[in-house]
């Protein structure tokens, strides 16, 4: 019975040696969900005031871009301390380091496809831009010669059809981009929540 005892508090004391107990590594993985439910509360947000957003000029479009790519740096640091902890030996979790990292990647590839989606949404099709008359010479008060006034060709209405193509091309690639990072990230999230699960029942 002694011999078993000892067998036993061995194997306990090389599980601790070999890797940090369950509750850091719950502790840690449980903070990485928090971060991710504020990232995914600050693009709720972003949708939210879409509406408003269309209606403030492109700096307010800007400095809202800035806002969310700031809140990213922010968690981006406390994730990449979290990687550099399972990556240690104290943790030795290069799975848990890795599937962080790949959050990470598709957290910076969402945000920088949601700039996209926004920046054309706020410029909007080439043929349904609002065209300013400051360059106009005015003769009389109630009227002017517009520069923007010339014949439609053919040739015109193909480059406006191309351009709008191009626009609309652009703005479904990053749609889908998006739509593909945020399942990625939700699949990485149930392994992670997996983790957490056993982790608990241990």
Same mark, same amino acid.
């Not at 993985?29 to 269309?54: D, G, H, S, T, V």
């Not at 962080?100 to 945000?111: G, I, M, P, T, Y």
């Not at 949404?121 to 002017?144: D, T, V, Y």
């Given at each position: 019975?002694?011999?078993?005892?000892?067998?036993?508090?061995?194997?306990?004391?090389?599980?601790?040696?070999?890797?940090?107990?369950?509750?850091?590594?719950?502790?840690?993985?449980?903070?990485?969900?928090?971060?991710?439910?504020?990232?995914?509360?600050?693009?709720?947000?972003?949708?939210?005031?879409?509406?408003?957003?269309?209606?403030?000029?492109?700096?307010?479009?800007?400095?809202?871009?800035?806002?969310?790519?700031?809140?990213?740096?922010?968690?981006?640091?406390?994730?990449?301390?979290?990687?550099?902890?399972?990556?240690?030996?104290?943790?030795?979790?290069?799975?848990?380091?890795?599937?962080?990292?790949?959050?990470q990647n598709q957290?910076?590839?969402?945000l920088h496809l949601?700039?996209?989606?926004?920046?054309?949404?706020?410029?909007?099709?080439?043929?349904?831009?609002?065209?300013?008359?400051?360059?106009?010479?005015?003769?009389?008060?109630?009227?002017?010669?517009?520069? /923007?006034?010339? $014949? !439609?060709?053919?040739?015109?209405?193909?480059? @406006? #059809? &191309?351009?709008?193509?191009?626009?609309?091309?652009?703005?479904?690639?990053?749609?889908?981009?998006?739509?593909?990072?945020?399942?990625?990230?939700?699949? /990485?999230?149930? $392994? !992670?929540?997996?983790?957490?699960?056993?982790? @608990? #029942? &241990?």
């Amino acid at each position: 019975m002694e011999d078993f005892e000892k067998k036993v508090k061995i194997t306990d004391a090389m599980d601790v040696e070999n890797g940090a107990d369950s509750s850091k590594t719950l502790h840690l993985l449980r903070k990485f969900l928090q971060i991710q439910q504020r990232r995914a509360q600050a693009y709720a947000n972003l949708r939210r005031y879409e509406e408003l957003w269309k209606s403030i000029p492109s700096s307010g479009a800007l400095q809202t871009i800035w806002f969310l790519e700031e809140s990213q740096l922010t968690n981006s640091f406390a994730v990449l301390e979290m990687e550099s902890l399972f990556l240690s030996p104290e943790y030795g979790r290069d799975d848990l380091a890795h599937l962080l990292r790949s959050v990470q990647n598709q957290e910076k590839q969402k945000l920088h496809l949601t700039a996209t989606i926004q920046l054309l949404k706020k410029a909007g099709r080439p043929s349904e831009r609002l065209i300013s008359h400051e360059k106009c010479k005015f003769k009389k008060p109630e009227g002017h010669e517009c520069v /923007h006034v010339h $014949e !439609i060709t053919e040739a015109a209405g193909t480059e @406006e #059809a &191309e351009a709008d193509a191009e626009y609309d091309n652009a703005l479904n690639q990053a749609i889908r981009g998006v739509q593909d990072s945020v399942t990625t990230i939700n699949d /990485h999230l149930e $392994e !992670i929540k997996y983790e957490i699960a056993a982790l @608990e #029942a &241990e």
